[in-house]
């Protein structure tokens, strides 16, 4: 089992940033791929972006390539999000995900699931 804690989230206007970072605990943070993906009310949950066990590799959607950076420390079993240049589109539940297999895009490639941190952006 992997326990995931998110936290950073919070109302910003567009143009801001916020960094999420989300904490794991449990099985070693090493065996698995981490991404992140956000849910805005009314729609399906997306994927946003992930990175890969050592953190060599990332991929990030479309909406948020050159904006938002995804980075990972081993050391202290931790996921980021820094996100910049927000847009009120940006506005979701943003939740971080364990992936024992690879660090894909689909919600079925993830084992694991943190319970989400509110992002708001204002206009």
């Known amino acids: 089992q992997v326990q995931l804690k998110e936290s950073g989230g919070g109302s910003v206007q567009a143009g801001g940033s916020l960094r999420l970072s989300c904490a794991a605990s449990?099985?070693?943070?090493?065996?698995?791929?981490m991404g992140w993906f956000r849910q805005a009310p009314g729609k399906e949950r997306e994927f946003v972006a992930t990175i890969s066990r050592s953190g060599g590799s990332t991929i990030y959607a479309d909406s948020v390539k050159g904006r938002f950076t995804i980075s990972r420390d081993n050391a202290k079993n931790t996921v980021y999000l820094q996100m910049n240049s927000l847009k009120p589109e940006d506005t979701a539940v943003y939740y971080c995900a364990a992936s024992a297999m690879f660090a894909g895009a689909s919600k079925r490639d993830y084992d694991y699931w943190g319970q989400g941190t509110q992002v708001t952006v204002s206009s």
């Open positions: 449990g099985r070693t943070f090493t065996r698995y791929a």
